[in-house]
């Protein structure tokens, strides 16, 4: 009777742990869980407004001063509301660490400037948010480190443009605003220079490029991370000795994160799951619609069959994201493409992603306005192109809104 008590505990614990695995597995999971601090009984996650704290002693602020994981010296350094945030990001980006950023670009910024120096060069795919093109064309070129831009779609274009200096390797995937996929674990096999994800329109429960060898990812949090069109906020995740690395130039260039925006990263966190949930299976639906209107000459979104990386996709995304871009027919047939933007309703035309609103914008006058015609060209971007970022409604108030704007305007 004893023994049998015994055996059942036993397996209960074994039932209790395999569970306990279980669950860390998921992903959803560990959006709510991760971050917390082990002491910390506050369900909601704590804000440190502070900027300095009290050291204990002169010897120990000598420490803290040098010591790119100290979190209670002076905020530019480093916070404790940060460092929740930049725990969560590490646990769901799967990496050994995280450091937040005042904001995307703020990330990129200290990514070049960090990590290349006058002489070395940096493969960039063609295919990127604007802002990241201009910082390698006006900051870096400008600094004597050379860029080649190669179409990040082709398959091995970017072992190719890989020389002896090359230093860095650019990509985004799913890339802004036509949505091409970049196989990761083709990139991941080019040894030498730093390769780095801008995931920025595929976050973690969408996909997590560190999984496939990359060595580094980057958020705009700003985005769907944050969640709620109020948090200016970037992250990078991987290596601790790389993170610890780029500690120094972020410090030096005021480029970490605020307290106040890694707390509302941390909130947007605890629903990502729901809302990329409910965005993406959104998104699907509303690009098979497009895909049947007689005005729409052609829609883009990774799930879609039609889509030329589909397979690639699928291997690599849990789903297509929340972002579809369509191009009109014949856009400037009584200034068709810009008339939509003054017919649809429902939909708010601005220039941001991963809200609860759903967006649409004109990345030929907005996002890419500043590239030149043969860059986005390259970039797959004309007049006629529209992204749309899918919100919280009912996708079928933005299929119907969709629909009076298309026949507004024809
Ligand atoms: C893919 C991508 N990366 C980086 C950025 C820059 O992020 P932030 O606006 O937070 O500086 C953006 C902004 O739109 C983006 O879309």
Redesign the pocket.
């Known amino acids: 009777m004893e023994k049998n008590k015994k055996e059942k505990t036993d397996s209960q614990a074994d039932t209790q742990a395999h569970i306990q695995a279980h669950i860390q597995t998921h992903i959803q999971t560990r959006l709510i869980t991760s971050g917390r601090g082990e002491d910390e009984s506050s369900l909601p996650p704590v804000l440190y407004p502070a900027t300095a704290f009290e050291n204990p002693s002169l010897a120990e602020a000598n420490r803290m001063s040098s010591d790119p994981n100290e979190t209670r010296l002076y905020a530019r350094y480093g916070n404790p509301t940060v460092d929740a945030f930049q725990k969560a990001m590490a646990e769901l980006e799967g990496a050994e660490k995280s450091r937040a950023f005042s ?4 990330a ?1 910024a200290t990514l070049i400037l960090g990590l290349c120096e006058t002489g070395d060069h940096i493969v960039a795919q063609s295919q990127l ?1 604007a ?2 093109v201009s910082f390698l064309r006006f900051v870096a070129e400008r600094l004597g480190i050379e860029v080649s831009f190669i179409d990040g779609m082709s398959s091995g274009a970017f072992v190719e443009a890989v020389n002896k200096k090359t230093r860095l390797i650019f990509v ?1 995937t799913p890339a ?1 605003p036509q949505l091409g996929i970049v196989d990761l674990s083709e990139l991941a096999e080019i040894k030498g220079p730093i390769k780095v994800v ?1 995931s ?2 595929a976050p973690p429960v969408v996909q997590t490029p560190l999984k496939f060898g990359v060595d580094l990812s980057l958020h ?1 949090a ?2 769907s991370i944050g969640g709620q069109n109020d948090a ?3 992250v990078l995740s991987g290596s601790a000795e790389l993170l610890n690395w780029l500690w120094t130039p972020s410090v030096l260039l005021g480029a970490n994160a605020a307290p106040s925006e890694a707390y509302k990263g941390l909130v947007g966190i605890r629903t990502l799951g729901v809302r990329q949930e409910r965005q993406c299976a959104s998104a699907l639906k509303l690009a098979k619609w497009l895909e049947g209107n007689s005005l729409v000459e052609s829609v883009s979104y990774p799930s879609l069959e039609a889509h030329p990386q589909y397979e690639l996709a699928k291997k690599q995304m849990s789903s297509g994201g929340s972002l579809i871009c369509f191009d009109i027919k014949d856009p400037e047939i009584n200034s068709r493409a810009s008339k939509f933007f003054d017919c649809v309703k429902l939909a708010k035309l601005a220039s ?2 991963g809200g609860p609103e759903t967006l649409v914008t004109g990345p030929a006058f907005t ?1 890419h306005v500043d590239l030149t015609e043969e860059e986005m060209k390259e970039a797959g971007i004309s007049k006629g192109t529209v992204r749309v970022s899918l919100g919280l409604e009912h996708v079928d108030d933005i299929i119907a809104d969709f629909e009076q704007a298309l026949s507004a305007i024809k």
């Open positions: 904001s995307g670009s703020g990129v948010y802002g990241t985004e802004n801008d920025t329109l705009s700003t985005k200016t906020l970037g941001s992603l996002t």
